[in-house]
């Protein structure tokens, strides 16, 4: 687990975005100690899984793991910077790393868990759970944006870790138990697999799903992939509530084969990405988080914050805006589909 060791408390005093108070109760080692304790309390089987990287690579030294790594996903590493925990609104949490979006919303009686980037990234995630003084036995649901090894990849992991519930849309979960993707992924034959998800619970659309005394409901927004989903739930911050909206990603990318117009394996993909702009353009929505944090912004509004404007997070136009724009990016594909120059 050489990534773990990635930030030093340097780092992450640098990087603040708690309140100092919060910064003496959190060192990363600590955290990191926790995690550690967390996978050698897990059975046998528990443990093989943890530290086995995502390629059967188990005999090879570190660097050599890391090599293949960046050589299969030269975008993961940068993914996996560690991110120091923070409030992003009364009972939710940003719990990812920099790259890659997950959250917590808590709760005397349990949490949920938004998304667990990749299979490198969940015991950054536990850490900063913990860091945050929660316990990952307290998380009782998991949930997933799409299954995609950069936002699926740590849910095995972390379903270990937590004994918690995990539940998706039908094709989300039958991807999530094979832990690959399947012929209707538009990225299909690019994709990475991932650990496997074991007994993913099916949810139908708008389905609300309850843990502890958080209750979240399912919008599925799919076209990115077949099974995409978007959460939304309420969080309250002393009298002011507000809609929190975690949007799937929704951009067209494929494999070069693939094709949003005429797609045998995927023939809904177009409907699916229009039924779900709708669902975005009308949901409500004070504040936008997405599975790439950059694609809402957030590290800007986060900074802009930390600078004084206390409600920089807060945009009941975020959700429109997001789905407008994703609106035209299709516009473009399927053009550009249609014109024959892809
Ligand atoms: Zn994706």
């Not at 090599?67 to 590493?77: G, I, L, Q, T, V």
């Not at 849309?169 to 496997?196: I, W």
């Not at 975005?280 to 900074?303: G, K, M, Y």
Request: positive net charge; charged residues 15%.
């Amino acid at each position: 687990m050489f990534f773990l060791h990635a930030a030093t408390d340097a780092w992450y005093t640098a990087n603040s975005l708690l309140a100092p108070s919060h910064l003496l109760l959190i060192r990363v080692s600590t955290a990191t100690a926790a995690v550690a304790a967390l996978l050698a309390a897990a059975p046998t089987s528990v443990r093989a899984q943890s530290a086995a990287p995502p390629m059967s690579t188990t005999n090879l030294p570190a660097n050599a793991v890391a090599a293949n790594r960046a050589k299969e996903c030269p975008s993961c590493a940068t993914w996996n910077a560690a991110q120091q925990p923070f409030r992003v609104f009364g009972n939710t949490w940003f719990v990812g790393t920099h790259g890659l979006s997950a959250l917590l919303v808590t709760s005397p009686n349990g949490h949920i868990l938004v998304d667990g980037g990749l299979p490198e990234s969940a015991p950054l995630i536990a850490a900063n759970v913990a860091a945050l003084g929660f316990r990952m036995q307290d998380v009782k649901l998991i949930v997933n944006s799409h299954d995609h090894h950069d936002h699926a990849g740590g849910i095995a992991q972390l379903q270990q870790l937590s004994g918690a519930r995990v539940v998706a849309s039908a094709p989300s979960a039958r991807v999530l138990m094979r832990g690959d993707s399947e012929s209707d992924d538009p990225q299909f034959g690019g994709t990475l697999p991932f650990p496997k998800v074991r007994d993913v619970e099916v949810i139908r659309n708008n389905q609300i799903v309850r843990a502890g005394d958080n209750v979240i409901t399912a919008r599925f927004t799919g076209g990115h992939t077949p099974g995409g989903t978007s959460w939304s739930w309420l969080s309250c911050e002393n009298a002011l509530c507000l809609d929190i909206v975690y949007a799937d990603s929704q951009t067209p990318i494929s494999a070069d084969d693939f094709f949003y117009t005429r797609s045998k394996t995927y023939a809904t993909g177009v409907r699916d990405f229009k039924n779900g702009f709708r669902v975005l353009e009308q949901v409500r929505c004070a504040i936008l988080v997405t599975p790439h944090p950059d694609a809402s912004n957030l590290w800007q509004r986060v900074a802009q914050r930390d600078s004084g404007q206390t409600n920089a997070l807060i945009d009941s136009s975020a959700c429109q805006r997001y789905a407008q724009a994703a609106r035209q990016r299709l516009a473009t594909r399927l053009a550009t589909e249609k014109s024959g120059r892809k």
